[in-house]
């Protein structure tokens, strides 16, 4: 409950917004209903003014839209030049941000808030160059139509007919320090438009047809205003709780439906502030104040308020007044809506019911009281249970019997000292056991009291007129301070569950936020259900907008005809629906959607067992875990469909890859065999021994090319189905690569420098030497010629490092970390050398699978400046010594 040196101090929300925006940019949109309202004009109109009266103004991009008059506006503003962008062949214009941040202007005038940037750009959408320049503390002028509203997107499309693509989230206008509506009367708008000042002629004519009908215009230019106005009611608020103005300003209308404790009339209230809300056009707030201790199943009016637009806020406290004030006076609330209720006849005689109450201090408000229904009430709150089991009644007893023992075993102690120590009995059963537990112990001990300790003794009887009064006093303050105890006891046990409910949702996220697909999510969704309510099942939308069974808790769990009608009807309209609710009630299930924001996902089915109803908290811990379930079942698909575009992306690159090299590297030895073999076979007789030597080594030559291609394909195919299996043994580095060496061409230029220390390796022979001979070959390739490749080992701790050298032109550093990756060839200055890009992807594949690392550096680290850089890889195997 607020206090009262609270009530002029500044609201600390208001106070850390002002002074996050401190600093920053002010952002302001002029907004419009549609195109051709002349948004554009009216801020160049304004921006002028300004520039005239001295402020640094620069037109950062606007769009005339060949409007002659929108042209003139610009007149001889500043203006900065446009950031040219290719994409696809073509050449486009954007905002140039950089330029904008390094001109840091005092106003910078940026038009249609909602495009889409080229791809290329620095951001995705114009409002996030908006949102930076005034992080750079750049003040915006922007337009927006009102169409643009992602809020909004849906309700357009059905007065229109037409699906607004370019959106931007509401949260964008709300970084606007001031709004200004563009307003034309929706005639005058279709008059330009047919005099071809918004479009040309043709165009104008399709528009006066399809969306600026005179009709969707209407009802556009009623949504520009509502929202224009929101702003500023939004506005005032924040100015009031940052100036700690009690307040309310009835700058415009806002209403408050009250649902007290016992919420007997709770739905009547709710309609009726719906139909006041409606006539008056306000926002409306559902505020229920609950006492500790007190349940109220509000399930059912709560969803009737959410159905019929209200915002709901639920606060616990003991003067529901006080906080029901709080709360207008927060919201700047105008009108209180409250049901008469059925209030005790004690408090109607005494003029303490709520109404009564609320009506003589809400003087700043207008107080609607609704009639009581007619007809039988159903009253939703739930009676405190009694204390389970006969141990609470019998632990007072005892707690009595002890003070009786103490005050016999001490004759000294007086009787009216013993009235006290009956009294400390009664605080502590209603501290322990609450007011009921309370109540029959003060009864208990002041039978007692007045049988052993008030003469006359062991009778009922009092002797004294005096000891009525001790005895009268002592039975109102037991009972008095026995509900203080209790009030007291509930309101711990209240934040006690919500400090329960809290590290619940906490445990929620974390046990769901470890699964890592999306059958473990289902499991571990229907288990935590389960160990909520009893039962729990998880069901999920498939292709159709079919829902199966994913998940159940028992494994035995299983739906009947009407529960599965419940969760049909939960996912289409989604809403809860099943037991306990408005919708098919007597399914013995409940079930919650799992709503995010592609959609209903699925269903969480509950139950209780049978005749056994929900209690608040687990409801509230229900409803949280389908919610947390939700967002982390949409993460988990985007991933999973983020995974699978990104496996097709590299499949695709592959297949590109694998079809360009088998039309290369197959196409080009196959052409020069023909070639060689029909000159052979047409001018035998013509071609002396030597050319006919020489055609016959280049058809080997190109044969044995094609051969380590497929090969190298083969190999490929065999790495990635985990076909190769190596047999490691010691083997001595020398005689790998001497037979290496000898199947290369050019082997004559490569050294070798492995000293007789060096130990042997554990490998397999063969893949060695193919792992040897692809590096090799590729370093051989990309030499210039005539010079030299290195072989060198050393022990290096547990392993032995192989490294092949070379004086070629090296590996540009982007390049560097993809070079053994499959059909990727790095871009080494003019030469294109032949090969397929898979000769390194092999070598590493047959290193790791021989539980080795390869690496590569470039330039090598004795390179000599203004020569080449060169390469050296470095094969790293476990020593066998």
Known sequence: MPREDDEHRPDPDALILAAAREGKGRLKVFLGMAPGVGKTWEMLAAARRKYEAGTDVVVGLVETHGRKETEAQIGDLPVLPRKKILYRGREFEEFDLDAALARRPQLLLLDELAHTNVPGSRHAKRWEDVAELLEAGIDVWTTLNIQHLESLNDAIARITGIRVAETIPDRVLSLASDIE?????????????????????????????????????????????????????????????????????PAGERVLALIGPDATDAEGVIRYAAKLADVLKAPWIVLHVERPGRLVDLHGPFALAEQLGAEIETVTGNDIVALTLDAALRRNVTQIVIGRGRPPLWRRLTGRTLAQALARRAEAFTVHIVARPVGPVRWLERPPP??????????????????????????????EAMGMLFLAAVVIGASIYGLRVALFTAVLGFLSWNFFFIPPFYSFAIGDAGHIV???????????????????????????????????????????????????LLAELARQGAGIAGKAVVLTTQEGGELTLRAADPAGAALD????????????????????????????????????????????????????????????????????????LERLRLAQ???????????????????????????????????????????????????????????????ARMHRFLANITDMMRLESGQIVPRLAPVQLNEIVEAAIARLEGGLLITVNIPPDVPK????????????????????????????????????????????????????????????????????????????????????????????????????PDALPGGFPGTVITISLPAAE
């Open 181 to 249: 509506l563009v307003d034309l009367p929706p005639a005058e708008l279709r008059a330009r438009l047919a005099e071809g000042r918004v479009y040309p002629p043709e165009t104008a004519r399709r528009a006066l047809e399809g969306f600026f009908r005179e009709g969707n215009l209407a009802a556009l230019r009623e949504m520009a205003l509502r929202h224009a106005a929101q702003h500023v009611d939004a506005a005032v608020a924040d100015y009031m709780r940052a100036k700690a103005i009690p307040g309310p300003w």
């Open 386 to 415: 009694l204390p389970s089991g006969p141990w609470p009644w019998l632990a007072s007893a005892a707690l009595v019997a002890l003070v009786i023992f103490i005050g016999i075993m001490i004759p000294a102690i007086p009787h």
């Open 470 to 520: 001790t005895i009268c006093v002592f039975l109102t303050v037991a009972a008095i301070t026995g509900g203080m105890a209790s009030r007291v006891r509930n309101e711990v046990a209240a934040a006690q569950n919500r400090v329960q409910s809290l590290h619940r949702i906490s445990g929620f996220r974390r046990v769901l936020d470890a699964a890592r697909t999306e059958h473990e």
């Open 561 to 632: 005809e009407t529960a599965w009608a419940a969760a049909r009807w939960a996912v289409a309209h989604n809403e809860p629906a099943g037991s306990g609710t408005s919708t098919l009630p007597s399914a013995s299930w409940r079930f919650l959607p799992l709503s995010t924001m592609q959609g209903v996902q699925g269903v969480l089915g509950v139950a209780a067992g049978e005749g056994v109803a929900f209690t608040e908290p687990q409801l509230q811990a229900l409803t949280a875990l389908a919610d947390i379930a939700a967002v982390t």
């Open 641 to 703: 469909e983020a995974a699978r575009s990104a496996a097709q992306s590299e499949t695709q690159q592959l297949r590109t890859a694998l079809l360009s090299s088998l039309s290369h590297d197959l196409r080009t030895p196959l052409t020069a065999i023909r070639g060689a073999a029909e000159t052979l076979r047409t001018a035998w007789d013509r071609l002396d021994a030597a050319t006919r030597a020489d055609l016959l080594q280049s058809i080997e030559q190109d044969t």
């Open 761 to 860: 390796v554990l490998a397999d022979p063969v893949l060695l030497e193919h792992v040897l001979v692809n590096v090799l070959d590729n370093a051989l390739k990309y030499s210039p010629a005539n010079s030299l490749v290195s072989v060198a080992a050393s022990r290096d701790g547990k392993e032995v490092a192989i490294r092949v050298s070379d004086e070629g032109v090296g590996i540009p550093p982007e390049d560097l970390p993809h070079i053994f990756d499959s059909f990727y060839r790095a871009s080494r200055g003019d030469r294109v050398p032949p090969g397929t890009g898979l000769g390194l992807a092999i070598a590493r594949g047959f290193t790791e699978a021989m539980g080795g690392r390869i690496s590569a550096i470039s330039p090598r």
